[in-house]
Nanobody, 124 residues
């Protein structure tokens, strides 16, 4: 069982930046594909970005491409989501997820482990 703990959420203004972190209890963190998802009130959970086990490959949702960057530090068992040029529509609870696999995917149902989420609110 992998435990994921997110941190870094908060209240910011439009145009600001914020960095989320997610630390895993997994000793073999480098065996996990990591993803970030978000869920706004009244909406379904949606894919934000994901990163391969080595960090050499990433995928992003079109809505965040060019503004968000996902990275990982396998030595620290931590994945990051750097968010820039934040917009009010980025307001959501952000979740970290892990997948014991090789392929980076966007489907949340294919992730095995989830964190508790960290809220991000962007005011206009």
């Amino acid at each position: 069982q992998v435990q994921l703990v997110e941190s870094g959420g908060g209240l910011v203004q439009a145009g600001d930046s914020l960095r989320l972190s997610c630390t895993a209890s997994e000793g073999t963190f480098s065996n996990l594909v990591m993803g970030w998802f978000r869920q706004a009130p009244g909406k379904e959970r949606e894919f934000v970005g994901a990163i391969s086990r080595s960090g050499g490959s990433t995928k992003y949702a079109d809505s965040v491409k060019g503004r968000f960057t996902i990275s990982r530090d396998n030595a620290k068992s931590t994945v990051y989501l750097q968010m820039s040029s934040l917009k009010p529509e980025d307001t959501a609870v952000y979740y970290c997820a892990a997948r014991r696999a090789v392929v980076v995917v966007v489907n949340p149902h294919l992730y095995d482990y989830w964190g508790q989420g960290t809220p991000v609110t962007v005011s206009s």
